[in-house]
């Protein structure tokens, strides 16, 4: 465990800043809860604005005084930015210098040039979970959607047997595998060890990705049956390259931070001696901040040269990736607040209390309390870090598999059934060209079907590891 995850437990464990009783609190959080999803759907409001005031409406109602809850949310908003915020921007970097020097697309078309008639569904799904390591998901969005339409219009695809499971490479990949916003926040809440998270993530994600991909797209193809837009084609980033990086080169880059946090998670668990010279120098090179720096820095002459990109380029290509996660990060940030504040008025505590008088299983319990948040707010995101600050205390007494398998939970039920309130919806009914019943149909059936089978998966991992 972290030394910032030690410290976070250590807040999280001092007494409450009111002393409300369970009614009251559960008052205050459906208060609070429904003051960010009325901010968000109704009055449009930004989700860093409504995290910010639905916490001090939720610490106002338990009875705290509200320099307490002021204190309180920006502790956890510095502690969450300060754990995860230089993850998600060197995440930002390495996705824009993958898609920039033409990578991205170089590993799309070594892959597509080897598959072909039935095999294609299963190679979107590959080339969307390839790609969808490192990309936020609506970048990933963006980069492959010119691609679904070529292939689906060119090898005269049904759009759906094609666009389903590269959809669902990129979103299982968004809500259950580190190095996305959503795990690592609730990694750092819950304060689960990333490599272990990564490994059971992957884990859960490959059949998840598969029944969501590749078998329901059989049946999205049936119920919505429609040609890709000619106007939604855009012009591909490589177009406008003279060159561009190798497809070894590019996978190497890619997988590095997994392979280096992977690694040090394996050295964890066999050598287990904090002293051992073999485990330190993986605890260091495995360690989330080294392993994307890493990444970065061998993407620079991966990536960057062999596209032909000069060193007056480079600093201009980070500027511009950062440009767009300022957003991420104060919603990030926020959440981490409102986590903070759900602690420290006692509502971890009372949600553990209602969990063992209940006899509800922790991991059942997230994935429920996940689903509800994604359906009122429409974002995976805020479902996350908000779940997490609510069950953070369930996992103080658990082994390092299902603390691990709480924070999956939690993702899980974060990507229960989009609708019209999750700006995702929008994206792919657009891109698709499709109409709103018909996004529900597909989309929004496919989201649900991953966050089932997830749930479910995890569920099961819980009973034998």
């Known amino acids: 465990m972290t030394r910032l995850s030690v410290e976070m437990l250590a807040a999280d464990t001092v007494e409450p800043i009111t002393s ?30 409504s995290l910010t005031l639905g ?41 824009k210098m993958l898609a920039d020097s033409g990578g991205a697309d170089q590993i799309v078309d070594t892959i597509l040039a080897r598959a072909s008639g039935r095999s294609m569904p ?51 990949m968004h809500g259950l595998v580190p190095p996305h916003p959503g795990p690592l926040v609730a990694i750092d809440a819950i304060g689960a060890n990333l490599g272990v998270t990564l490994a059971l993530g992957v884990l859960v994600a490959i059949p998840t990705v598969i029944i969501a991909g590749p078998v329901f797209s059989r049946y999205a193809a049936r119920w919505v049956d429609v040609p890709a837009p000619d106007r939604m084609i855009p012009q591909r980033v490589s ?9 070894g080169a590019t996978l190497t880059t890619i997988l590095l931070p997994v392979v280096l946090m992977l690694s040090k998670a394996l050295v964890d668990i066999v050598v287990d001696d904090p002293e051992n010279t073999v485990q330190r120098v993986f605890d260091v090179s495995g360690s989330p901040l080294i392993a994307l720096l890493a990444s970065v820095l061998v993407g620079i002459f991966t990536l960057l040269r062999p596209a032909g990109f000069s060193k007056e380029r480079i600093s201009p290509l980070v500027e511009k990736s950062l440009a767009p996660i300022a957003g991420i990060l104060l919603i990030v940030g926020a959440g981490g607040g409102f986590k903070q504040t759900l602690i420290d008025t006692g509502v971890g505590q009372m949600v553990l209390d209602i969990s063992e008088d209940w006899s509800i299983p922790a991991l059942l319990l997230a994935w429920l309390i996940a689903v509800a948040i994604r359906l009122a707010t429409g974002s995976a995101t805020v479902a996350t870090v908000s779940a997490a600050g609510l069950v953070a205390p369930l996992a103080a007494d658990m082994s390092t598999t299902h603390a691990a398998l709480l924070v999956l939970a939690i993702g899980a039920g974060s990507l229960f ?3 019209v309130n999750d700006a995702g919806f929008w994206l792919v009914k657009e891109y698709f060209g499709l109409s709103v019943g018909q996004t529900v149909k597909t989309w929004s059936v496919m989201e649900t079907i991953i966050s089932v089978v997830a749930g479910g998966l995890v569920l099961l991992l819980s009973l034998v590891i």
């Open 239 to 247: 177009e406008d390259l003279e060159k561009r990086p190798g497809f």
């Open 55 to 95: 916490s001090l409406v939720l610490g106002a109602i338990a009875g705290a005084p509200l320099d307490k809850v002021i204190a309180s949310f920006t502790t956890g908003l510095g502690t969450t930015v300060a754990g995860v915020g230089v993850l998600i921007a060197l995440g930002a970097i390495l996705g």
């Open 20 to 49: 409300a009783g369970h009614a009251q609190l559960g008052i205050a959080v459906l208060t609070g809860i429904a003051v960010i999803v009325l901010l968000i759907t109704k009055f449009k409001l930004h989700a860093f604005l």
């Open 417 to 419: 059934f989009s609708h």
């Open 122 to 172: 299963w190679a979107m799904v590959l080339i969307a979970s390839v790609i969808g390591l490192p990309l936020f998901f609506e970048v990933g969005v963006v980069l492959l959607i010119p691609v679904v339409l070529m292939v689906a219009k060119r090898g005269n695809y049904s759009l759906m047997r094609i666009g389903i499971p590269a959809l669902a490479g990129l979103s299982v």
